[in-house]
């Protein structure tokens, strides 16, 4: 026997180990908003989610000092918790209670706070600092300037608006509307503007959650009736297996290319206690919870490269 014949099978499996020991690294954690006890959550996939010892993190308005008592409820309705700054900080999106917040994960410092609409379904942090949030019971973007003194907004129309994403590559947004996905140019100037450049028609009604994928290179989009993967490159959108058969998928992201995909699905009126995964077995319940979105604490490629390359 040659050499070679020992040495290459030797070789593969150490790559195969080298592999399967990155992916062990990954981080499974996932910051899921729970409005039951009002609270983003931080917890490991693999960890008991009814054991409160084994929360990794938490954030509540009430028991934050620099939210002011009368605008504490304004996160009573948690939607979103989205990392930023190479998950550093944590922007938040209110729900129903309005609140938009960015949160310093090291030691829960507000770095900025105020009302995002009558219900902010989604917030994104533009390059310059700047916030744009999603709110959809009042139809519109809402852009805060001068972060984070928040003095100035504009508002920028749009039916129903539930999501918003910042796409680095082309330097534009992408939201989420009723019956439209909407490519919008953020303009960062001494007077930041917006302003629609083009738009999709969804393949099905009433647009709900937007979010990148790991490949960096398109989105998740669910509306009431299915899950769908969006191409900004081709314009098309294509329905996601095995998920194309959820109707009223709150949230979905993914972690790697191995399946971990988390999916909160609303069972309970707009909650689930449950966060599904691809594979049944690993699905994770909290007695009592109620989860609207959850996100993995991991990098963006999508919205965040020019940070992460």
Known sequence: ???????LPVLFVALLQGCANQEQQISKELFVCDQNSKKVLLLKLDS??????????????MESPEIPENEKSRY????????VKQSNQLLIAGGSGGGVALVRIADKKILFHAYGGESPHSAELLPDGNIVVASSQDN??????????NAKYIDLALPSAHGVVWDFKRNQLWALGLDTLYAIKYLSAESPSLSMVDRYALPSHEGHD????????????????SVYDFDPQTGAFRHLEPFSKLEDVKSIAE???NGDIAVVQAVSQWW???VMFFKPEQNKRMSGARFYKARWNAANL???GNEIE
């Open 210 to 225: 937007l979010f990148p994928r790991k490949n960096g290179k398109t989105l998740f989009v669910t509306t009431k009736k």
């Open 272 to 274: 689930n206690d449950t």
């Open 140 to 149: 519109l973007l809402r852009l805060f300037q001068e972060v984070p003194n």
């Open 255 to 257: 972690l790697s290319d």
């Open 1 to 7: 026997m040659k050499l070679a014949q020992i040495i």
């Open 76 to 83: 009573d309705y948690l939607a979103e918790a989205k990392p």
């Open 48 to 61: 008991d989610w009814n054991d409160s010892s084994k929360v990794v993190w938490s954030w509540s308005a």
């Open 302 to 304: 999508f919205s965040y």
